[in-house]
């Protein structure tokens, strides 16, 4: 089907990387990668805050500390612009989530010269772990982790060679480093765990949306296979038929009738409205349009008409089309097999909807028994029914047979 293929296209066009699109296979990752960047920037206008207030501790120590630190602080500041705004926030990230171990490595020939306080934290420490969280927005799961261990390890090292090793600088820094290393290690976690959680729902979205699609198309590859198969029996087997076995001037015009109708089915059949309007119609006008085409089968026939003379459209186009079709086939199966005898048709209200009821005095048929090639009940009648929401029935003895066609709006046409 021309549908399933646009569908199946659709899921399978995937955004390039590096890019957030708000895509209909990805809407619960884009929403929860948005959630953490805001995260992130929350986090590093609190943390990088308290940073930048004690850097300030170190101010004009000479230039080549003022460079890197302004560096660092305006990468993150960048970093965290990029992050609430949402474009560009994977580019920041990386600058910083680089930048930072490069400053720290040449954090302690920048501050020569001073002396560094063994129970105290410098302003690179607080930012060791925003180095780890702009790693997780900007790359990949294995390299977040390489990071929240490296940018620990780096600190420790960066920390004990600046404190000339000095045995009063280890527990500090042993602690320090075991917090950032945990809190890291946790912040990666927690957002790949959000970030699988927002796939699978996208995963289980868009096989709600394929499944959802298959079913439909094969709904309407069957309506279309009753549809056709209803057509092949009402317009041409049946007037092959009719013809065939057509003995009488009445059967012979009955089996005109049907060719004609066959020849202006198939010619239409092509058209872009086939089934013409669904605007809705009374239900005098189904009975109307059943003894006009008991007519064009050459059958004399008043449809008897009981609470129907509101005028109110109650029934839809489509609806009506499918109850005044498989009504003629009741009439023609009439016609053919009983020789219309006691032929009558009787049009009613059934909820918000219609009831026909064609009925004869022939001997009667099996239902049962009719073979499942003759499609002139099973396709053109109960199919056609079930197409549109309705029902039918048959009631069929020796003293005749009995076609009633219902819908009364419950149902979804």
Not at 28 to 35: A, F, H, K, Y
Not at 241 to 250: D, L, M, N, S, V
Not at 264 to 278: H, W
Not at 384 to 413: C, F, H, N, P, Y
Request: hydrophobic residues 50%; proline residues 4%.
């Amino acid at each position: 089907m021309a549908t399933q293929s646009v569908i199946d296209a659709a899921w399978g066009t995937l955004p390039p990387a590096g890019r957030t699109v708000e895509t209909a296979g990805r809407y619960t990752s884009s929403r929860m990668e948005r959630i953490i960047q805001i995260v992130v920037a929350v986090g590093c206008v609190a943390i990088g805050g308290q940073g930048f207030v004690t850097s300030w501790d170190l101010y004009g120590i000479g230039l080549p500390h003022a460079v890197l630190h302004g560096a660092v602080f305006l990468s993150l500041a960048v970093m965290t612009l990029l992050c609430i705004i949402g474009r560009g926030a994977r580019i920041g990230s990386a600058v910083f989530a680089i930048l930072y171990p490069i400053a720290l490595v040449l954090w302690p020939l920048v501050t020569a010269g001073t002396q560094p306080d063994p129970h105290g934290q410098p302003w690179t420490f607080y930012l060791v772990n925003l180095a780890t969280v702009g790693a997780m927005v900007a790359f990949p799961l294995r390299w977040q982790y390489v990071w929240a261990i490296a940018m620990s390890v780096i600190y420790a090292g960066v920390r004990l060679v600046r404190g000339g090793f000095a045995p009063e600088y280890w527990v500090g820094i042993g602690y320090d480093v075991s917090i950032a290393l945990i809190q890291g290690l946790v912040f990666v976690t927690v957002a790949w765990v959000l970030r699988s959680l927002a796939g699978g729902v996208d995963a289980a979205r868009q096989q709600a949306v394929l499944s959802y699609a298959r079913a439909a198309s094969a709904d309407a590859g069957e309506q279309e296979r009753v549809a056709v198969a209803a057509l092949m029996h009402d317009s041409v087997l049946a007037a092959l038929i009719a013809a065939e076995r057509a003995r009488t001037p009445r059967e012979r015009q009955l089996a005109v009738s049907m060719a004609r109708e066959a020849l202006t089915r198939l010619a239409n059949a092509e058209s872009d409205d086939p089934e013409g309007s669904d605007e809705p119609v009374a239900r005098a006008c189904i009975a109307a349009a059943i003894e006009r085409s008991a007519e064009e089968l050459g059958v004399s026939l008043q449809v008897t008409r009981k609470d129907v003379d509101d005028g109110r459209p109650a029934v839809p186009g489509r609806v009506a089309r499918a109850i005044v079709l498989a009504a003629t086939q009741a009439v023609a199966n009439a016609v053919q097999h009983a020789d219309g005898a006691g032929l009558q048709v009787a049009v009613s209200r059934a909820g918000e909807g219609v009831r026909v009821e064609v009925s004869d005095s022939g001997p009667g048929v099996d239902v049962a028994s009719i073979p499942a090639d003759r499609l002139g009940i099973r396709a053109s009648i109960f199919a056609r029914m079930a197409a549109v929401g309705g029902d039918a029935t048959i009631e069929s003895g020796a003293r005749g047979t009995t076609v009633a066609l219902t819908w009364t709006g419950k149902k979804q046409a």
